[in-house]
């Protein structure tokens, strides 16, 4: 009898450990089939869209996307009717503390370079200017954001940062 429970014991211990093994099998291929089709949520979350108008202004005061984004499509339309001399618009992509410095540079940079100062590092990202009915599009890398990073979107076209920006959170 003596010699008998600790034999019981040695198989439970060996169904427990034969069970352990079995779900970790199991789960693996759950965990592959699980993010699978949450990387294409991703890819879905990391094109970002906004529109300016004629009254000077953007339709979103924000915009996010997930840090496990590795790239970042942003479209711009112009929803407007006046050419891109009078009121165009782009999309500016800063640290917020750089906004009104990179708004200031922008403006002096004129509308054959996008108003955006050339070699400007404090440009994270930006699209060129377009007028009443255009669009256009820029991807770039988020290698260089922080993950719940401090951005801000603007328009660089003189005067309409005032109005036009917003705050971008990645992550
Ligand atoms: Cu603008």
Redesign the pocket.
Known sequence: MSGQVPAQEEMMMKLIRNSLAAIFVLASPGLVLVSAPAAAADAAACKLEIT?NDQ?QYDKKELSVPASCKEVTLTLHHAGQLPAAA????WVLVVTPDLTAVANAGMGAGLASDYIPAGDKRVLAHTKVVGGGQTTSVTFSTAGLKAGGDYSYL?T?PG?NAL?RGKFKFG
């Open positions: 300016g000077m009121m165009g618009h782009n328009c076209f309409h036009m």
